[in-house]
């Protein structure tokens, strides 16, 4: 393992200069350091849930709910059968209320409404609470629960996440650990992003899972207080610990460039999923020759490789507007409902 980079007095115009294009984690020591919620977490859990009640709108959050145990994971069961938590829907009052009675426990089990949209749950929250590093239209979410661990995933956009209250350890792996995790399939995951079925990296059995040590060679390592952001680049595996007894918070901000003007870079996953889907019947040869061609084709057609097609014909290689982009995706969609 190693020590995530780390940088203090991170401006908007170096984070997008230095940072995003370096394509590695880093800890901003401090960026949100001057928010009142941080403020609020470091008083203690009561003044930091009386503040964010005066935001409540009420709305339902999504909650999830594990019995205590050594790992503390929101993770699969055993077996791979299922996931280990109890999933509902409850306002936010329910919700502090169960945090606050759990802070008396000596064992308490774990409790977190994850990854809800402040502008829905706590308006006027993001407004009170201005991350200096992105757009206002970069929408942010909440996590706010006790101790607890989220296993190594990976999402598909740039990730700004801000601790606000208690401690965070996080765990990044760059994309090439892939065959080192012990990932679950992507379609059966205990969130929407694809997940390792270890519970904790740092606890992993090596007996069981004796790749993992391989991957923790590789990996980057830091524990971020209130105030504090990391920047996770796009595919990095990473593993989240909420490491405060009875109180964390983490704001975090997902967001993706457009893919063409007016159009969402949105088709990553499912053009994995897809893939895994047309491919997985082939035989080895025919595979491996797709694999050629996905590197040619999607990854390594550009610059020289280029040059023998003028620029104005390069179709597909080369730009893509609004217009094309919307047919191309048309053509597929009627590809699929055949």
Known sequence: MRAMKELTGVTRERFEREVVPGYEPVVMRGVVAHWPLVAQGRAGLEPC????????????????????DAVRAFTYKPELDGFNFMRDKRPYAALFEQLWRYSHFPDPP????QSALVSEALPGLAQANVCPLLDAQV????????????????DDSHNIACVAAGKRRFTLLPP?????????PPDHAPTPAPMSVVPDLHRADAVKFPRVSEALAQAHVAELEPGD????PPLWFHQ??????????????WWRPEAAPGRPDDLHPAAMRLAMLALRHLPDGEREGWRALFGHYVFGARGEQLAHIPEGQRHLFGDVD???DAQIRDDLATQLKR
């Open 322 to 324: 609004a217009a094309r």
């Open 139 to 154: 929408a942010p979410r909440i996590w706010i629960g006790n101790r607890a661990t989220v296993p190594a995933h990976f």
């Open 110 to 113: 774990s409790l977190a409404a």
């Open 49 to 68: 849930l009386q503040y964010l009640m005066g935001f409540d709108a009420g709305t339902p959050v999504d909650a999830v709910l594990a019995k205590p």
């Open 229 to 232: 952001a990391i920047y996770i």
């Open 240 to 253: 989240v610990e909420a490491l405060a007894p009875h109180l964390n918070i983490l704001v975090n901000y």
């Open 176 to 184: 090439q650990c892939a065959p080192l995790l012990y990932l679950g």
